[in-house]
């Protein structure tokens, strides 16, 4: 099958929407999803695009999403591509889909001056790991904690209260 890799147009919007509630069932995380369309295309299309996408097809049919932006190392003195989501459903795994994205994102981030591209994955997502190993990924192993500020506490603290 021929696998067609484009950027997400602000009326693909439904399409993509609907691919990210199947990445967040996958994860077991679907009550978390909240996102609207309109939520979407302000982050995608809107005055200070924030993220962008691309969607994989198949044929006539939508078979996954990646969703990527761009972070920075004052340290490398470098940009890099982070991916925040990539989703290939699960029809089409084992076919190339997930390839072509990262090819894809390669080559993004090449045309743009990226040393590298990161990104994270579950560690019981087995398949996916070993994936990323065939492409010659490599884990980050930095020592570091990951944190969130969000709800009630970042509005206090945007707010100057402790």
């Given at each position: 099958?021929?696998?067609?890799?484009?950027?997400v147009?602000?009326?693909?919007?439904?399409?993509?929407?609907?691919?990210?509630?199947?990445?967040?069932?996958?994860?077991?995380?679907?009550?978390?999803?909240?996102?609207?369309?309109?939520?979407?295309?302000?982050?995608?299309?809107?005055?200070?695009?924030v993220?962008?996408?691309?969607?994989?097809?198949?044929?006539?049919?939508?078979?996954?999403?990646?969703?990527?932006?761009p972070?920075f190392?004052?340290f490398?003195g470098?940009?890099?591509?982070?991916?925040?989501d990539?989703?290939?459903?699960?029809?089409?795994r084992?076919?190339?889909?997930?390839?072509?994205?990262?090819r894809?994102?390669?080559q993004?981030?090449?045309?743009?001056?990226?040393?590298?591209?990161?990104?994270?994955?579950?560690e019981?997502?087995?398949?996916a790991?070993?994936?990323?190993?065939r492409?010659?990924?490599?884990p980050?192993?930095t020592?570091?904690v990951?944190?969130?500020l969000?709800?009630?506490a970042?509005?206090?603290?945007?707010?100057d209260?402790?």
């Amino acid at each position: 099958m021929n696998i067609t890799v484009y950027s997400v147009q602000p009326n693909d919007m439904p399409c993509l929407l609907q691919l990210i509630r199947q990445l967040a069932e996958y994860e077991r995380r679907l009550e978390q999803v909240v996102a609207t369309e309109a939520d979407l295309e302000r982050a995608l299309f809107g005055e200070r695009p924030v993220a962008e996408a691309l969607l994989a097809w198949q044929d006539e049919q939508a078979v996954g999403y990646a969703l990527f932006y761009p972070v920075f190392s004052t340290f490398r003195g470098r940009a890099a591509l982070y991916l925040e989501d990539v989703y290939v459903v699960p029809e089409a795994r084992g076919q190339g889909v997930g390839l072509a994205f990262m090819r894809y994102l390669a080559q993004i981030a090449k045309q743009r001056g990226y040393d590298r591209i990161e990104w994270s994955v579950l560690e019981w997502n087995t398949p996916a790991i070993e994936f990323y190993k065939r492409l010659g990924a490599v884990p980050k192993e930095t020592g570091w904690v990951g944190y969130m500020l969000t709800g009630d506490a970042l509005e206090a603290l945007a707010n100057d209260r402790e």
